[in-house]
T-cell receptor
Framework: GESVGLHLPTLSVQEGDNSIINCAYS??????FIWYKQESGKGPQFIID?????DKRQGQRVTVLLNKTVKHLSLQIAATQPGDSAVYFC??????????FGKGTRLSVIA | EAGVAQSPRYKIIEKRQSVAFWCNPI?????LYWYQQILGQGPKLLIQ????????DSQLPKDRFSAERLKGVDSTLKIQPAKLEDSAVYLC?????????FGPGTRLTVT
């Protein structure tokens, strides 16, 4: 399949280890944040979201942490699996304004 | 439930030619989005529809791009005439609340 991004930051993780993907967002007024996963040849897929009144939210094997002080968002994936290999994007918005996507990080899982 | 459908999946045209992309959103989703994703970058919103009305088209290059959603269901995005810098993946997404569901995209190559 085609590659989503050829020159993205890459994180290589051993299968079974935990992954942490970081994102610095741009707008201090943003109040809603989402992590998306994009596999080669596919559209972005929703993983987890968080609102600005929270600093942590957990899903199945994933946790999102929000630090509004330094405008930083992170996605933690527990027990990383080969199927987690993809490009991960953070996105932000405020109210009904359009989502603004970050640059993306490529996660490569080493079996 | 069926996902967002897009066609064609791939298109190669020469500069100055015209091209159209089609999107069928998830049934019942009132909001439809068109995004442009240049290689190595996150998606960028081009236009957002609520039913058959335009909510946001501030980032749509209106001198060459147009989009319509006449019956409030499926949508077409047109580029006329195409430029080399229009080479990208064009993603359609739909939503009924905050969560956006993306289609697989159409990869456009302008030569």
């Amino acid at each position: 399949g085609e590659s989503v991004g050829l020159h993205l930051p890459t994180l290589s993780v051993q299968e079974g280890d935990n992954s942490i993907i970081n994102c610095a967002y741009s707008n201090s007024a943003s109040d809603y944040f989402i992590w998306y996963k994009q596999e080669s040849g596919k559209g972005p897929q929703f993983i987890i979201d968080i609102r600005s009144n929270m600093d942590k939210r957990q899903g199945q094997r994933v946790t999102v942490l929000l630090n509004k002080t330094v405008k930083h968002l992170s996605l933690q994936i527990a027990a990383t699996q080969p199927g987690d290999s993809a490009v991960y994007f953070c996105a932000e918005n405020r109210g009904n304004t359009p989502l603004v996507f970050g640059k993306g990080t490529r996660l490569s899982v080493i079996a | 439930e069926a996902g967002v459908a897009q066609s064609p999946r791939y298109k190669i045209i020469e500069k100055r030619q015209s091209v159209a992309f089609w999107c069928n959103p998830i049934s019942g989703h009132a909001t439809l989005y068109w995004y442009q994703q240049i290689l190595g970058q996150g998606p960028k919103l081009l236009i957002q529809f609520q039913n058959n009305g335009v909510v946001d088209d501030s980032q749509l290059p209106k001198d060459r791009f147009s989009a319509e959603r006449l019956k409030g269901v499926d949508s077409t995005l047109k580029i006329q005439p195409a430029k080399l810098e229009d080479s990208a993946v064009y993603l359609c997404a739909s939503s009924s609340n905050y969560e956006q569901y993306f289609g697989p995209g159409t990869r456009l190559t302008v030569t």
